[in-house]
């Protein structure tokens, strides 16, 4: 019987032994872990301050950097111009795409949508440029007939350009301009305010190509009147169609006339130098 005994109680001892190395050892690496998990953790909040107090200074650089470029230009001390393209994308875009990455300059380009293939407003987007909504007909007598004809129109190319980008592009060129006299004044009074109270801003141009006047015009005509340096903000009309060729030809020597003029290359958004031939009211 002691026997018996004695060997229960080795027994329950060995037991309690083995609980209790159990416990220590799991209380233990729970411990170990606590403890790593706390230095990780302090580890990755040291990180976070240190990129955040980095951000803070380059943040502060380029609110600087840009406030100093901002000062530049309203003392008229930096010359800007906006290479615009207007009726494409056309099968000349390639080529005009090339002639721009050539010479590291962006562009913006007012596209339609009419017989267009949609995935080439995604190559202009790809290509770093600026796409602006010129309306999805350009048809005059369909986009001026009355105030919801133009929208109707003008919320088609926003949609086509959307649909393919993911972007929800606000700038817009008139077809024939802000001053074109297909519409009346009564009628572009009530598209320009309906644009400001949706937020959209529109573009016309100081700088005539002449592109627009024929096809095949000479390359020595559109580089005349393309390079215009009487502003030190310019905006350059000029067309992305297939008809437009000697335009594609004359581009390159455009682009060589503002950088001999002391040009930078700007690409167009709703905060740039509103050039436009009936004024906009003020956003709100």
């Known amino acids: 019987m002691k026997k018996i005994l004695s060997i229960i109680g080795l027994t329950l001892a060995i037991a309690g032994f083995l609980y209790s190395s159990f416990h220590i050892f799991g209380t233990t690496a729970k411990f170990i872990e606590q403890h790593n998990l706390k230095s990780n953790v ?11 107090e980095e951000l803070t200074v380059l943040t502060k650089k380029n609110a600087e950097i840009k406030g100093q470029y901002e000062q530049l230009k309203a003392d008229k001390k930096i010359k800007t111009v906006y290479l615009t393209f207007d009726d494409g994308p056309s099968p000349h875009t390639d080529q005009i795409l090339d002639i721009l990455k050539k010479n590291n300059i962006k ?9 267009k293939n ?8 790809d290509h770093g440029h600026v796409l602006g909504l ?12 009355n105030e919801e004809s133009f929208f109707k129109d003008l919320y088609k190319i926003r949609d086509a350009v959307k649909s393919t980008t993911g972007l929800d592009v606000k700038i817009t060129r008139f077809p024939g301009g802000s001053s074109n006299a297909i519409a009346s004044k009564a009628l572009k009074t009530a598209i320009i ?9 529109y573009f016309d141009w100081n700088c005539d190509s002449t592109d627009a006047s024929g096809n095949n015009v000479p390359v020595e005509k559109l580089v005349k009147y393309g390079v215009c340096t009487t502003h030190s903000d310019i905006n350059v ?18 682009i060589d006339g503002y950088k001999k003029a002391g040009y930078t290359f700007e690409t167009l958004d709703v905060n740039s130098p509103k050039i436009q031939h009936v004024k906009q009211p003020e956003l709100k």
Do not use: C, P, W
Not at 42 to 52: P, S, V
Not at 237 to 254: G, P, R, Y
């Open 237 to 254: 009309l000029m067309h992305d169609t297939h008809a437009k060729k000697t335009t594609v030809q004359a581009l390159q020597q455009i």
């Open 134 to 145: 010129h309306t999805y007909s350009h048809e005059y007598k369909e986009v001026y007939a």
């Open 107 to 115: 562009a913006t380009f007012f596209v339609i949508g009419i017989g």
């Open 118 to 125: 949609y995935n080439d407003y995604k190559k202009i987007i």
């Open 42 to 52: 302090k580890k990755l909040t040291a990180d976070k301050n240190k990129k955040t």
């Open 193 to 201: 305010n309906r644009m400001t109270k949706e937020g959209y801003v």
